[in-house]
């Protein structure tokens, strides 16, 4: 496959909840990010991360939070899910220079 | 920080035809213009990037051209056909391709 994977692919959750996405790669790529994509919005970046423990924010990191403590591993976590949050969020991997890797995507709900 | 705006939102063409989408962009230092097919229910997929040191690039039916001066890039796709009928997203990057910012995406539908 593309080297990158995302669990879990659906989740439906209740408001108030904390929810927590997983990204996993194999390709040993230094940049993670996490993307929203909502209709008329494109993909917005939500967080990213240039290394192990390395993160910032991106343009929509409100009510989120991200962790990085292995190469292959970058957790998103909603802290208290919000239906504004139901999205579908993809991951991506990018080496030094060059265009992004995505994940399948996870479609959130939130109920 | 960066702005991409992207038209049309929606494209409709003759299988055959050709389709153009134009993307502008904000930030005179990006460097980096990539885009992005997505089928339904699929994740974006990378078809062909420009770099700012390039004015065009081609790869069979598909092209990218890019005007530093006026801020914008396009996307053309020649001799479309059904299987071209996707979402395109346009991106530019500052820092070679890491940190893009995404065009709110045009609906491209081939009709056969």
């Known amino acids: 496959d593309a080297g990158i994977t995302q669990s879990p692919r659906h989740k439906v959750t209740e408001t108030g909840t904390p929810v927590t996405l997983r990204c996993h790669q194999t390709e040993n790529h230094r940049y993670m990010y996490w993307y929203r994509q909502d209709p008329g919005h494109g993909l917005r970046l939500i967080h990213y991360?240039?290394?192990?423990?390395?993160?910032d924010k991106g343009e929509v990191s409100d009510g989120y939070s991200v962790s990085r403590s292995k190469t292959e591993d970058f957790l998103l976590t909603l802290e208290s899910a919000t239906s504004s949050q139901t999205s579908v969020y993809f991951c991506a991997i990018s080496a030094v220079q060059g265009g992004y890797t995505f994940g399948s995507g996870t479609r959130l709900t939130v109920v | 920080g960066e702005n991409v705006e992207q038209h049309p939102s929606t494209l409709s063409v003759q299988e055959g035809d050709s389709a153009v989408i134009k993307c502008t962009y904000s930030?005179?230092?990006?460097?980096?213009f990539p885009w992005y097919k997505q089928e339904l229910g699929k994740r974006p997929q990378l078809i062909i990037d420009?770099?700012?040191?390039?004015g065009e690039k081609k790869d069979q039916r598909i092209a990218v051209t890019l005007n530093k001066t006026a801020k914008h890039f396009s996307l053309h796709i020649t001799e479309t056909q059904p299987e071209d009928s996707a979402v395109y997203f346009c991106a530019a990057s500052t820092e070679y391709g890491n940190k893009l910012v995404f065009g709110a995406g045009t609906i491209l539908r081939v009709k056969s």
């Open positions: 930030d005179s230092a990006s460097n980096y």
């Open positions: 420009i770099r700012s040191n390039v």
């Open positions: 991360s240039y290394g192990v423990k390395d993160t």
